[in-house]
C-alpha cells in the first residue's frame, strides 16, 4: 500500500482497528518516508507492539519478532551453526570413507537464522516488519550490537562474508522503560511516547475491536478502567486489560457492571493480589457508584 499522507495512514490503521492519534501516525508516517526505526516507549499494554502487528499488515508484509530478556545474545537474536545439521553430515560422509569439507559445513545451507539475519535478508525482495520487542529487558551490551546494526543494516558471519541489504527493513522498537536505552541508539530512531488513552479514546477502542460488545458494558468497563489508573496500584491496567477484561464479560453475556462481576473477574485486569484486595468490595462500589453518576 502507498500512503501519501498522515491522514491516510492514519485511516488505514484505523481500518485495521488501530485508533492511533495524530502524532502517532505522523511519527509512523516520517519513519516509513525516512526509513528511519521508530522507537516507541510507554507502559506495558497501551498499544506498542501491535502497531507493529498493524503496520505489517498494512504493508502487506511479513512481521518478524525479536523478543528481548536479559541474556539474548547473537546466538538467538542474528545467527547460529545447526550443530546437529553438522554432525550428521561429517557422520554420513564417514560412512562413505569420506571427510567433510569444513567449507561447506559452515555454509549458508547449516546456518540458523534468528530474527536479526532473517530481517536483512528478506528485506533484499520486500522488506518485512522488524519489531524489537521490550528492548529494556536486554543487557546493554546486546543493545550496542544492536546500534551497529541498525547503523548500517549488514550482519558479518566470519565463515561466509558480510551480508548487507540496500532496502532496509521497517524497524520498530517498543520499551516498557524498565531501564533507559542508551540516547546513542534513540538518536538512530524517531521517537514516540504512547501514553494511557482518554475516556473517549479508549471506549472507541474498544468499541472497534469488540463490536458485538454491550455499549453500556463497554462505557463502564472503559469508565472503571480509567477510575483505577487514577489509583496507587503496583500496576495499572493498560489498554490490553480493558479489552481482556471486556471479552471475559461478553463469555459471561453481562450486558453491564455489577459489583459481584467486578469482583470474581478482577483477575482479568488486575495482576497482583495486593492491587486486587485494594480494590475488592467496598471500593468496587465506591467506583461503580462513580461511573453511574457520571453517567447521569
Known amino acids: 500500500m502507498i500512503l501519501n499522507s498522515i491522514d491516510e495512514l492514519q485511516n488505514a490503521l484505523r481500518e485495521r482497528n488501530y485508533i492511533a492519534e495524530r502524532g502517532l501516525a505522523t511519527s509512523l508516517y516520517l519513519a516509513?518516508?525516512?526509513?528511519r526505526p521508530l522507537f516507541l516507549e510507554g507502559e506495558a499494554g497501551v498499544g506498542k507492539t501491535e502497531v507493529a502487528k498493524v503496520l505489517a499488515s498494512l504493508l502487506d508484509t511479513e512481521l518478524i519478532r525479536l523478543q528481548c530478556y536479559e541474556g539474548l545474545d547473537i546466538h538467538h537474536a542474528v545467527y547460529e551453526w545447526n550443530y546437529t545439521r553438522q554432525m550428521m553430515h561429517?557422520?554420513?560422509?564417514e560412512?562413505?570413507?569420506e571427510k567433510a569439507d569444513e567449507a561447506e559445513l559452515f555454509g549458508p545451507e547449516f546456518l540458523l537464522r534468528r530474527p536479526l539475519l532473517q530481517a536483512i535478508e528478506q528485506s533484499k525482495e520486500k522488506p518485512p516488519v522488524l519489531l524489537i520487542d521490550?528492548?529494556?529487558r536486554s543487557d546493554e551490551e546486546f543493545e550496542a550490537f544492536l546500534l551497529e546494526v541498525l547503523s548500517d543494516f549488514q550482519i558479518t558471519i566470519p565463515e561466509i562474508g558480510t551480508i548487507k541489504t540496500p532496502n532496509p527493513p521497517v524497524v520498530v522498537i517498543t520499551s516498557n522503560r524498565t531501564r533507559e536505552v542508551h540516547d546513542a541508539l534513540k538518536r538512530r530512531c524517531l521517537y514516540y511516547w504512547i501514553d494511557y488513552?482518554?475516556?473517549?479514546?479508549?471506549?472507541?477502542?474498544?468499541?472497534?475491536?469488540?463490536?458485538?460488545?454491550?455499549?453500556?458494558l463497554a462505557r463502564q468497563v472503559t469508565g472503571f478502567i480509567q477510575a483505577l489508573r487514577e489509583m496507587d496500584l503496583y500496576k495499572?491496567?493498560?489498554?490490553?486489560?480493558?479489552l481482556d477484561w471486556t471479552t471475559a464479560l461478553v463469555a459471561l453475556?453481562?450486558?453491564a457492571l455489577d459489583p459481584v462481576i467486578v469482583d470474581e473477574t478482577l483477575g482479568a485486569v488486575l495482576k497482583y493480589q495486593d492491587d486486587v484486595d485494594k480494590i475488592k468490595g467496598e471500593q468496587t462500589r465506591v467506583v461503580l457508584d462513580?461511573?453511574?453518576?457520571?453517567?447521569?
Open 236 to 242: 495499572l491496567p493498560g489498554v490490553a486489560e480493558t
Open 95 to 97: 560412512s562413505r570413507g
Open 32 to 35: 516509513l518516508k525516512l526509513g
Open 90 to 93: 561429517i557422520r554420513l560422509a
Open 253 to 255: 453475556d453481562q450486558k
Open 197 to 216: 488513552p482518554s475516556f473517549e479514546k479508549e471506549l472507541e477502542i474498544v468499541q472497534a475491536r469488540l463490536p458485538h460488545a454491550p455499549e453500556k
Open 134 to 136: 521490550e528492548l529494556d
Open 290 to 296: 462513580r461511573i453511574k453518576a457520571e453517567a447521569t
